[in-house]
């Protein structure tokens, strides 16, 4: 099951799991807070990797718990913490279905991540290359309309995803749109 998926279960308290079922893990009972928030068998490394990774992305770090949902609206932010939801649902399967022990690296959720914000990037990409076929068809006053919408598309991905962890190189083709995107690399 992908991180988002599993955001939206757990907060519709939908997880496919087994009730009253003590936990994998530590033994503890097993709720959906318990095993992304309190579980003590990765709790630790969570914390970690989870404010390592936001460190590397500029960001301000924050306690690993159920408040960091309230952090959903920066898609970089909201995409490493289904990420990470991803990474503990699978070691929590592992162990109750192949009674296997992993470790969730951080070098994973990084890959994963950048993997994530390239593939944001390439959707901005589209729209914005379908947008330059579209202005060259149109009126001067219709262009410099579809001019600043190029620059709002630029500036909403660079706020939303761009980071010193990976920053995006700007096409050349772009650089004109970029007047005040500080965030991209030059």
């Known amino acids: 099951?992908?991180?988002?998926?599993?955001?939206?279960?757990?907060?519709l308290k939908a997880l496919?799991?087994?009730?009253?079922?003590?936990?994998?893990?530590?033994?503890?009972d097993e709720t959906s807070e318990h095993i992304f928030f309190n579980c003590k068998a990765h709790i630790k490394n969570t914390q970690e990797?989870?404010?390592?990774?936001?460190?590397?992305?500029g960001h301000t770090t924050h306690t690993w718990n159920v408040k960091i949902l309230?952090?959903?609206?920066?898609?970089?932010?909201?995409n490493l913490i289904a990420i990470i939801f991803e990474k503990i649902w699978h070691k929590r399967n592992k162990l109750i279905h192949d009674e296997k022990e992993?470790?969730?690296?951080?070098?994973?959720?990084?890959?994963?991540?950048?993997?994530?914000?390239?593939?944001a990037w390439d959707r901005t990409q589209a729209v914005i290359n379908k947008t330059l076929r579209i202005k060259?068809?149109?009126r001067p006053e219709e262009q410099?309309?579809?001019d600043s919408l190029i620059s709002l598309k630029l500036l909403?991905?660079?706020?939303?995803?761009?980071?010193?962890?990976?920053?995006?190189?700007?096409?050349?083709?772009?650089k004109k749109y970029n007047n005040s995107l500080s965030t991209f690399s030059k």
């Not at 969730?104 to 593939?119: G, P």
């Open 102 to 119: 992993i470790i969730i690296h951080r070098q994973q959720v990084i890959r994963e991540l950048i993997k994530t914000q390239r593939a």
């Open 156 to 174: 909403q991905f660079s706020r939303q995803w761009n980071s010193p962890l990976h920053a995006i190189e700007l096409p050349k083709h772009l």
């Open 144 to 146: 410099n309309k579809l």
């Open 136 to 138: 060259s068809k149109q």
């Open 1 to 11: 099951m992908k991180g988002r998926d599993l955001l939206w279960r757990y907060t």
């Open 16 to 28: 496919p799991k087994i009730y009253n079922m003590p936990c994998q893990q530590c033994g503890e």
């Open 49 to 57: 990797i989870f404010n390592y990774t936001l460190t590397k992305c």
């Open 70 to 78: 309230n952090h959903l609206q920066i898609a970089l932010v909201a």
